[in-house]
């Protein structure tokens, strides 16, 4: 670090750690997508049409993800209900 | 061809990373150079890679997968002398000799260029199998320069890699670009289809400036690293020569000043197993007063 560059850039934090954040959390994320089966997006429109057929719900309140732990594979579905929908 | 006998103690030295010098009949190694996004380098480093290894001793030919925006031939300086290219060989209009350039520089040194005119499309699997056959027959190592993007061109120049230089600036749309290279290599290349062990990834971080990163506004090559999470070959400093090298149309290892040019003759030699320091990390020191004030 010079000298001047103590005044200068005290308060403002580097440019490239931030480039390093947000490339690790774009990577991890495009690499998780990557990796999940591509049949998941049609896999959740027919769950969600069966859903349907008894609560009305939307699209965004289904959620499917799979998820890797170790050599352990977790399909994991979300579906939120919202207040109206419940009774 | 040895004798058969004590082969049984032989067996561990079969294992896959013997040295090129000691088989002569070993088929080419393929590698290919690609990045995902485009002007980064890859056609630079095929040309200066290539010509290396061909200086040392290897018998190199380095091809041209861009096809319709060839520029490899002209990074070369040879674009004057293409008659035939890859597609006239894939579809018999020309042969295999025919289409190969040898460099007037350097000893063991053949290039392959693209169409200029050609469809994209007519660049078939098949085709490029069969051409890469009878190079794997000729020569050590047959270097792929890949076009950018993530289409079927760049497709075509990895399928047959057995080894890949991913090449990398140290900036987020390139670093983003990269990964979802290395996601192909291990999904989308032959190797990866046939089940064999995976192409051996190698990151060459391009472009790069170490006193922009001692002021934090470069990501540093250990950044990269620990992104992109493949072996690291070496850094290629940002060079003036570079531009200098393309404009005379040789490649940039031919000029002896440069230090991009030292840069890819260490990235060579480490490639093929070597150990060498890695130069062009640290900012070269500077006096005591530019050090205070900042120059």
């Known amino acids: 670090m010079k000298f001047l560059d103590f005044f200068r850039s005290s308060s403002k934090r580097n440019s490239s750690s931030v480039a390093k954040e947000r490339l690790q959390i774009i990577v991890a994320h495009e690499r998780r997508r990557a990796s999940s089966p591509d049949f998941l997006p049609r896999m959740q429109q027919d769950i969600l049409a069966v859903v349907r057929k008894y609560i009305p719900i939307g699209e965004d309140q289904i959620k499917l993800s799979v998820d890797r732990s170790g050599d352990c ?4 579905l979300n579906i939120a209900l919202s207040e109206t929908t419940g009774k | 061809m040895k004798k058969k006998s ?29 990045s995902g996004k485009g002007g980064v380098g890859k056609t630079t ?16 030919v380095v091809m041209d997968f861009d096809v319709g925006l060839r ?12 008659v035939y290219d890859l597609l006239n060989v894939i579809h018999g209009e020309g042969s295999l000799n025919q289409a190969l350039i ?21 660049l078939s699997i098949e085709g ?3 051409v890469i056959n009878e190079l794997k027959e000729r020569f050590d190592y047959i270097i792929c320069d890949s076009p950018a993007g993530i289409e079927k061109g760049a497709v075509t120049a990895m399928y047959f890699a057995d080894e890949a230089l991913v090449v990398t600036n140290p900036e987020v749309s390139s670093v983003r670009d990269s990964d979802r290279i290395i996601g192909m290599l291990a999904s989308k290349t032959r190797r990866a289809e046939q ?21 934090g506004d470069m990501l540093s090559a250990t950044d990269v690293q620990d992104i992109l999470a493949i072996p690291f070959l070496g850094v290629i400093p940002e060079s003036k020569s570079v531009l200098v090298a393309s404009n005379s149309g040789a490649p940039v290892i031919l000029d002896n000043e440069s230090d991009a040019g030292e840069a890819y003759f260490d990235v060579v030699d480490r490639f093929l197993g070597e150990e060498r320091p890695f130069r062009f990390m640290d900012v070269p020191r500077k006096g005591l007063l530019s050090r205070f004030f900042g120059t």
């Open chain 2, 6 to 34: 004590g082969n049984k103690s032989r067996k561990l030295a079969v294992v896959e990373e013997t040295s090129a010098t000691e088989e002569a009949k070993k088929l080419a190694t393929v590698v290919v150079v690609t």
């Open chain 2, 195 to 215: 089940g064999l062990d995976p192409v051996k990834e190698h990151l060459l971080v391009t472009r790069y400036d170490p006193s922009r990163v001692d002021r």
């Open chain 2, 45 to 60: 480093t095929s040309a200066a890679f290539s010509s290396a290894l061909a200086q040392k001793g290897y018998k190199t």
């Open chain 2, 128 to 130: 490029v199998e069969r």
């Open chain 2, 102 to 122: 040898k460099d007037k520089r350097i000893e063991n040194l053949y290039i392959l260029p693209a169409s200029q005119t050609r469809d994209k499309d007519s």
């Open chain 2, 71 to 82: 520029n490899l031939d002209l990074i070369m300086g040879c674009e004057r002398r293409v």
């Open chain 1, 73 to 76: 594979e977790v399909l994991e």
